[in-house]
């Protein structure tokens, strides 16, 4: 992902102003994703790569009928576990990354998903985006997960410009206060996702217009 062009620097009352408006008009800042536990949650996420919450939360409930376990996971397989997720695409690379990874879960966590990023981040498929997802949904870790609709609504509004996606995330960790660093995640991603969209944003809807350094508006 690249930057978009030059745009406003967001001073620290508008940033302020920003996070205030959007955690009024975001009232459940959370993961759109259905999950129940830590495991439901990175395989959840794991899914999610290159596709939506809607499409993982439509296959989901079936797998985790049947595998809600790292261990039974494993009994399912990787041809079936394949079979299942296929909806959602990538279906060989993904299941070959998540018996790999519940694998490792029982062999050097003791079953459970372990809770720090360096750990996480030795799983098969679980880059710095999919850690952070997890501190924060699972672990209520301050970490802010810089996806597509986080990086261009940070570049966008002049919040955390940045050329690339851990140049974005180390800005909004400097940025962004304290009170909002747990939620801002959300608050972003579903911004981007709902109002602040990559094609036709919506600047008559959005709650943050006044405080947005966007040169680009449409009115």
């Known amino acids: 992902m690249q930057s978009p062009p030059e745009k406003r620097i967001l001073s620290p009352l508008k940033i302020t ?28 996420v794991l899914l999610s790569a290159q596709s939506t919450d809607k499409t993982v939360n439509k296959v989901t409930p079936i797998l985790f009928s049947k595998c809600p376990t790292p261990d039974s996971m494993l009994i399912l397989g990787k041809s079936r576990l394949a079979t299942i ?39 098969p498929g679980v880059g710095r985006k999919t850690a952070n997802v997890v501190l924060n949904e699972g672990f209520d ?15 966008r509004t002049g919040l955390a410009p ?15 206060p304290d009170k909002w ?27 943050i217009e006044k405080e947005c350094g966007f040169l680009e508006k449409i009115h």
């Open 17 to 44: 102003r920003l996070y205030e408006n959007l955690a009024r008009n975001i009232s459940k800042a959370k993961s759109e994703l259905i999950y129940k536990n830590h495991f439901e949650l990175l395989i959840s």
């Open 162 to 176: 940045g050329k690339n996606v851990l140049a974005t995330e180390l800005k909004l960790l400097e940025v962004t």
């Open 181 to 207: 660093l747990k939620n801002a995640h959300h608050y972003l991603l579903l911004h981007g996702r709902y109002i602040c969209t990559a094609k036709n944003f919506k600047c008559q809807k959005c709650v």
């Open 85 to 123: 997720i296929k909806p959602i695409g990538l279906a060989p690379a993904k299941s070959t990354n998540i018996i790999n990874t519940c694998q490792i879960i029982l062999e050097k966590h003791a079953g459970k998903v372990p809770g720090t990023r360096k750990d996480l981040e030795q799983l």
């Open 141 to 155: 870790e301050p970490t802010i997960a810089v996806d597509t609709h986080v990086f261009r609504v940070a570049n």
